[in-house]
């Protein structure tokens, strides 16, 4: 499974934007699904994920402001930022696992990042 995430960009505190983690190789559409980021000099951390039911789960920081979603047709999964944040700023990475977890041991492919940059 290949994985590109897009979307990301330079937006104002206050604004939108929305990433798109399309895949490639195999359908994901039985897989759960995930969102994590980095920031400069921290470590990757959780944001969202989904499973096959569309059952979805937050971190505590971004719950309210972001919405994971995922179109089985187009083999792809979503995530929609608002009210974005400063602290917001880091390079978004998709993956796609076994299970519903933040923990990122257990998905086993990554996209290569993208980056959302949010001014204050």
């Known amino acids: 499974v290949q994985l590109q995430a897009s979307g990301g960009g330079l937006v104002q505190a206050g604004g939108s934007l929305r990433l798109s983690c399309e895949a490639s190789g195999r359908t994901v559409s039985r897989n759960p699904m995930g969102w994590f980021r980095q920031a400069p000099g921290k470590e990757r951390e959780f944001v969202a994920a989904?499973?096959?039911?569309?059952?979805?789960y937050y971190a505590a920081s971004v719950k309210g402001r972001f919405t994971i979603s995922r179109d089985n047709a187009k083999n792809t999964v979503y995530l929609q930022m608002n009210s974005l944040k400063p602290e917001d700023t880091a390079v978004y990475y998709c993956a796609a696992g076994d299970v519903v977890t933040s923990d990122s041991s257990w998905y086993k492919y990554w996209g290569q990042g993208t980056l959302v940059t949010v001014s204050s």
């Open positions: 989904i499973n096959w039911t569309n059952w979805t």
